[in-house]
């Protein structure tokens, strides 16, 4: 199969990490496959860095390739965007986000264009079938995160409390702060979650609007205890008091939790524990190559 990848966002955000994991376990697969991404930015420099199909993203580079292509996958907002306008062979859009589509008439527009809807869980799948689309235009295949071989021993970990660094409105960086002046913790803001999760005993996932969330996933697979909102797609993520904890988007509950943690360090390496095995069970990156070829499969026919 001749599959066209699209994603034009600049900086390895989640999306950019799961497109970047899509071609890459697509090629493993035997399957024919290029991505169009922006032109300066970090995803087209990792995808030629490893020797993957890879060019810039844009109006002229889509048209051409989606009439080589089978399926045209386009991963966000502007690809989607260039895609309806373009896009030479059946349309795929990943949705990933928690919030709904627009009600004007382009926005309807551009939903009603797409032969089928990749939804990141079953709740960003509720938020397309309320905006309208209908229920058989959309599957649901969740991320999918690479595990480690080896889990560091998480009483060695160095670092107590981690937390993503993001500045995003939506995330709960004020209230993991203020949680955290309440709780009488540290927390360390990371920018390099990939490589600080590995050194983590507890990871703080706070949002206020989530499709599924990836660095939960990541937090799990790398033996990390997880403190996560009970917010969107992260329901379906974290079985709670088993693989995390759950908390409403409130400093004092994200404090209890953050205390809860720090001094039961037994609970606190049983959710540790049962995250890798979780992850390997339900969100591998097999799995979800997997389960986006049968779409491909069944959108072509």
Known sequence: MRILLADSGRAMRGGQWQTFYLLRELGRRGEEVRILAEKDGDLLRRARAEGLDAGPIGPGALWRWSKWAD????QDARSHSLGCLLARSPLVVSRRVAFPPGRGPLSRWKYSRAKHYIAVSKYARAVLEHAGVAH??????????????????????????????????????????EAAALAGVEITWSDRIDEDLPRARVFVYVSRSEGLGSAALLAMA???ALIASRAGGLEEVVDSGRTGLLVENRPADIAGAMSRLA??????????????????????????????????????G
């Open 222 to 224: 790398n033996g990390t």
């Open 71 to 74: 399926i045209t996958h386009v």
């Open 136 to 177: 058989e235009r959309i599957s649901v295949v969740h991320d999918g995160v690479p595990s480690p071989e080896v889990v560091p021993s998480w009483a060695d970990r160095p670092l107590p409390f981690v937390a993503m660094r993001t500045g995003d409105p939506m995330k709960g960086d004020d209230l993991i702060a």
């Open 263 to 300: 001094h039961d360090a037994r609970f606190s390496q049983s959710l540790a524990a049962a995250g890798p095995p979780e992850v390997r069970r339900r969100f591998s990156l097999a799995s979800m190559a997997r389960a986006t070829l049968i779409v491909y499969r069944k959108v072509i």
